[in-house]
């Protein structure tokens, strides 16, 4: 069974809706990821947390808006989507330390759809 | 250049059966790992294994082994005694100690296997 967690498994919104989708993690990990994964294709890195501040926006429109409230809990606020957002949503956690041998735990992921 | 290259997009393996994912990786960094994960239809990514550059041995767990090639920079998966359940997605990853990447996953473009009864 996965630690990381997240919320709601599946959402359906218009482009007018404010949503936001939940992650949490119970491994005392103190780095937390959003990805972005469109079918048949790798994921894509969104947001890094480190220690609860952000350290990496890989260019994400100001549509996603991540929060970090804890060490243990990850939001992704989400404002006046496209259609072309529709895609699969990761959180991922892992230990920061020695950086190339840190794996990173993922969730099982959110299906968004924007109508 | 690609950092990661999976060249098989799909591959299918009878049952029972033991099946090899490709994976080359490229990078000028010493200090790396090496991860792959498995993503059934549901979506989830599940880790299987990890290989640090400085290991000497490959790699294992369970029915999974990593045969690491490090003077080849190959990483391929073996998975042995194949499951229907093993039909899915994987993906070979990577990230560099003090490369581009900022110590970020670096993904391959994925294999889908397909196990058939």
């Known amino acids: 069974d996965t630690e990381v967690t997240q919320t709601p498994k599946h959402l359906v919104m218009g482009m007018t809706n404010k949503k936001s989708l939940k992650c949490e993690q119970h491994?005392?990990?103190?780095?937390m990821y959003w990805y972005k994964q469109k079918a048949k294709k790798p994921p894509e890195l969104m947001f890094v947390?480190?220690?609860?501040?952000?350290?990496i926006n890989e260019s994400v429109p100001s549509r996603f808006s991540p929060e970090c409230p804890n060490s243990s809990l990850l939001n992704l606020h989400l404002h006046a989507l496209q259609p072309e957002d529709s895609a699969l949503y990761l959180c991922?956690?892992?230990?920061?330390?020695?950086?190339?041998?840190?794996?990173?735990?993922f969730g099982p992921g959110t299906r968004l759809t924007v109508l | 250049a690609q950092k990661i290259t999976q060249t098989q997009p799909g591959m299918f393996v009878q049952e029972k059966e033991a099946v090899t994912l490709d994976c080359t990786y490229d990078t000028s960094d010493q200090s790396y790992g090496l991860f792959w994960y498995k993503q059934p239809s549901s979506g989830e990514m599940i880790f299987l294994i990890y290989q640090g550059s400085y290991d000497e041995q490959n790699a294992t767990e369970g029915r999974y082994s990593l045969n690491f090639q490090k003077a080849r920079k190959s990483a391929n998966l073996v998975i042995s005694a194949s499951q229907l359940g093993d039909s899915a997605m994987y993906f070979c990853a990577m990230r560099e100690e003090h490369g581009g990447s900022q110590g970020n996953l670096i993904f391959g473009k994925g294999t889908k296997l397909s196990v058939k009864p």
């Open positions: 947390y480190s220690y609860e501040k952000l350290s």
């Open positions: 991922a956690s892992s230990q920061p330390g020695r950086t190339s041998h840190d794996t990173q735990y």
């Open positions: 491994m005392g990990h103190r780095a």
